[in-house]
């Protein structure tokens, strides 16, 4: 055998094996691809599996979170006896604030339309705890203030507190 021959027969071989393999490949791409994907998919399951906790809990603080800063609430347990207008504005808007920093990660675990909600409502209740506190005179007390809030949230057809708390539970409904 002359070494012309060796070669041709090792490239037909060579060729032989490269094209059983592409044949082998094309059988089993399918079942690989399959194999690949199934294994992603479970992944993510049990990543969605873990996240589900977190994101109920989120929702959970923010209803909380409405309900602290709701002025029938707020300005209940923050009142004192003999507080100042001026004082109680102070109590009222620091905890608006420090409650909204307390919660402030749970943006991560809730769609964003929620949390503009959230934001939005925080902020709504101090403009109007500031708008109630210009329409007073200097020598009133913190029951005024409280007084003048909680008739201006007797006017508001429909409570802006439940509002968000409602669209939360709806947000909630639509993690199952």
């Known amino acids: 055998m ?3 021959q060796i070669l041709i027969d090792l490239i037909v071989l060579s060729f032989g094996i490269f094209g059983a393999l592409m044949a082998f490949y094309y059988v089993v791409k399918g079942e690989i691809e399959q194999f690949f994907d199934l ?3 479970e992944r993510n399951k ?3 599996a873990a996240l589900l906790p977190l994101r109920l809990q989120a929702h959970e603080r923010l209803i909380i979170f409405v309900e602290r800063i709701n002025p029938a609430n707020l300005l209940l347990r923050l009142h004192q006896q003999g507080i100042g207008v001026k004082e109680l504005q102070s109590l009222v808007i620091n905890d ?3 409650e909204f920093q307390h ?3 749970q943006q991560l675990y809730v769609n964003s339309t929620s949390w503009n ?3 939005k409502l925080k902020d709504d209740t101090i403009g109007m705890i500031n708008n109630a506190v210009q329409g007073l005179p200097e020598t009133a007390t913190g029951i005024d203030l409280s007084k003048k809030v909680l008739q201006h949230m007797t006017t508001i057809v429909e409570n802006p507190y439940d509002l968000t708390i409602d669209h ?3 947000d909630i409904h639509q993690l199952f």
Do not use: G
């Open 2 to 4: 002359n070494v012309k």
């Open 103 to 105: 919660n402030i990660a």
């Open 168 to 170: 939360l539970k709806k």
């Open 46 to 48: 049990e990543s969605r």
């Open 96 to 98: 608006v604030k420090s």
């Open 39 to 41: 294994k992603t998919s």
């Open 117 to 119: 909600v959230i934001r």
